[in-house]
C-alpha cells in the first residue's frame, strides 16, 4: 500500500477507483461548495451572519426565505433603535439576496416600524 509522509512518521494512502465518487472530494472544475444547493435554514443563517457583519447589529429573526432561479431571497428583522419601553423600539426588514452559494449579493431596507407594531390588512 502506498505510503504519505507528514513528520509524524508514516500513514497508509487510501486507495480508491479512478472515478469513484468520495463524500467530500469534488470533481474537476467543480467549486468546493457548488457539491449541494443551500437549504433554507443555511440560507437563513447566512443572511444573518453576513448582515450583522455589514450592518454591525445582530439580526433577530428572519421572516421569510425563498429559493429564487439564482440562489436565495430573505428577509431579515433587525433591532435599529433600542427604547424604553421596548415596545417603542424601532424595527427595521430587510431583504437579503443570496446567491447559489450563500454569498450575500444585495441586501436592501425595506420597512421601518415600532416593535408594537402590527400590520394591518385591508
Do not use: C, N
Not at 469513484?20 to 433554507?40: H, I, K, L, T, Y
Not at 433591532?79 to 454569498?103: F, Q
Amino acid at each position: 500500500m502506498p505510503l504519505d509522509r507528514d513528520g509524524d512518521g508514516a500513514r497508509p494512502r487510501k486507495h480508491t477507483r479512478r472515478g469513484a465518487e468520495e463524500p467530500g472530494v469534488r470533481s474537476r472544475g467543480e467549486s468546493p461548495r457548488r457539491s449541494q444547493r443551500f437549504s433554507a435554514s443555511r440560507a437563513m443563517l447566512s443572511a444573518m451572519q453576513q448582515l450583522e457583519g455589514l450592518l454591525g447589529r445582530a439580526p433577530e429573526s428572519v421572516s421569510a426565505v425563498r429559493p429564487t432561479d439564482d440562489g436565495w431571497e430573505a428577509q431579515v428583522e433587525v433591532l435599529e433603535i433600542e427604547r424604553i419601553p421596548e415596545t417603542t423600539s424601532v424595527m427595521a426588514s430587510y431583504r437579503v439576496t443570496l446567491d447559489a452559494d450563500g454569498e450575500l449579493m444585495a441586501y436592501e431596507r425595506i420597512r421601518r416600524y415600532t416593535r408594537a407594531q402590527i400590520d394591518r390588512r385591508a
